[in-house]
């Protein structure tokens, strides 16, 4: 495994460190201030207009799209002004700079869920629906949301979903109550991928299906935002919707009936990495301004960095950030050499070591701020909520765990 950057992968992060440099950290003030702004006046589910003018710049410097396989190909994989798509490795370090700054990913058209969903459009999707959605949703016209999880079962296991996708006619029929749907509250949102069940009856792993319904459809309501800790993300919002008797064509079903839980691991498996890479980001993030705290406090005599124990949280976060990052790596080339398939095990040991890892160098980082560390004073706490939430997102720890112990047993499983 050479874990080099590629020529193509190691200009574009220069570019990007350069762009980050320039528009990102100097805004992270009037991020924050034009939030509060927006709330004291009652837009709180109001695109920012800072987002708005960096959005063009970074298209301009080619920025934009970069999360795009090599597979999508056409005018799709050219989507960014590039003639060609970047692999895992290629976007790892890209989307690593990029979670310094939660909110940056967006800028360059690279935030979840749309990552996910345009990824999904263009494996899965009709050309009718690559033009419909796809083509709009990587011009950053509109914005998308996956709606997967419900509030009445675990929904950590995905055979346990109950909405249903009736087939009536030349339509499908949608009923059913899902939450956390990342996205749903921007009001750009304008198309859902929904999972339900098309078939009671089917085998376990074939009832579900995916299928795409536009946000203006009669029968949604947006029922509340989920807060994480405090934190609602506005204005992409993880929102509680209600679907009840929503009517979209048979066309908008994507692959045919019984084809969701082949989708959905298709879909969650580069999610779950680009999750992690940015959480390698994020953790770094919070190791710089933990070093600066602690070199500019000064407690009882000396600063804080010469204390003993917060050496020692410093050295222990350096390692843990380099293992989780070259494990990231690794998993991003297996993606790459042997597909999502292939790396299955990479990919659910990242999923576990990276959210863990994040939140424990955040937690330390907030303890060297002292109060300060859990307050909007300092971006940790959000930081802190962002990780841990990570946790549970595309599968909990637990969920994890148990794949990478049923790999690990099955090599010395008897013949």
């Not at 590629?6 to 805004?27: A, C, K, T």
């Not at 659910?348 to 990276?354: C, D, E, F, L, Y």
């Amino acid at each position: 495994m050479d874990f080099d950057y590629s020529p193509r992968s190691q200009e574009l992060r220069e570019r990007l460190l350069r762009f980050m440099d320039e528009h990102v950290y100097p805004n992270e003030a009037r991020y924050e201030a034009e939030i509060e702004a927006n709330t004291k006046a009652g837009k709180r589910w109001t695109p920012l207009q800072l987002l708005e003018e960096l959005k063009p710049k970074a298209r301009e410097q080619g920025l934009w799209n970069l999360f795009l396989p090599p597979t999508a190909g056409g005018k799709h994989g050219q989507a960014s002004g590039r003639d060609f798509g970047l692999s895992n490795s290629d976007y790892a370090p890209l989307a690593e700079i990029m979670g310094r700054v939660p909110w940056s990913s967006e800028v360059f058209n690279c935030s979840a869920p749309d990552t996910g969903n345009m990824e999904t459009i263009e494996r899965y999707g009709s050309a009718e629906h690559k033009q419909q959605w796809l083509e709009p949703l990587l011009e950053g016209k509109i914005r998308s949301a996956f709606a997967m999880t419900e509030p009445a079962v675990a929904s950590s296991d995905a055979t346990n979903i109950e909405s249903r996708i009736e087939r009536k006619g030349d339509e499908y029929v949608i009923n059913g109550r899902k939450w956390w749907t990342s996205g749903a509250g921007d009001p750009r949102c304008r198309i859902f991928i929904f999972m339900g069940k098309t078939d009671f009856d089917a085998p376990r792993h074939q009832q579900q299906s995916m299928i795409l319904v536009p946000a203006d459809t009669p029968g949604i309501t947006i029922l509340r935002p989920l807060n994480v800790f405090g934190y609602d993300d506005a204005p992409h919002g993880h929102m509680e919707v209600d679907f009840k008797d929503v009517r979209v064509p048979a066309s908008n079903i994507l692959l045919g009936e019984g084809r969701g839980f082949e989708i959905a691991q298709g879909r969650l498996g580069p999610g779950r990495i680009h999750h992690c890479m940015r959480l390698v980001g994020l953790a770094e993030r919070a190791l710089e301004l933990m070093c600066r705290r602690a070199s500019s406090r000064v407690a009882f005599g000396r600063t804080v960095a010469e204390q003993g124990v917060t050496r020692e949280r410093i050295a222990e976060a350096r390692c843990r950030i380099d293992m989780a990052r070259l494990l990231t790596l690794k998993a991003a080339w297996m993606m790459d050499m042997a597909g999502n398939k292939g790396a299955k095990a990479e990919i659910a040991m990242i999923k576990v070591v990276a959210p863990n890892m994040a939140c424990q160098v955040i937690d330390w980082a907030m303890q060297v701020h002292g109060g300060g560390g859990v307050s909007d004073d300092f971006p940790l706490a959000g930081y802190y909520a962002s990780a841990r939430t990570l946790r549970f997102a595309d599968g909990p720890d637990e969920v994890h765990r148990n794949a990478i112990a049923k790999l690990e047993l099955g090599k010395y499983a008897p013949a």
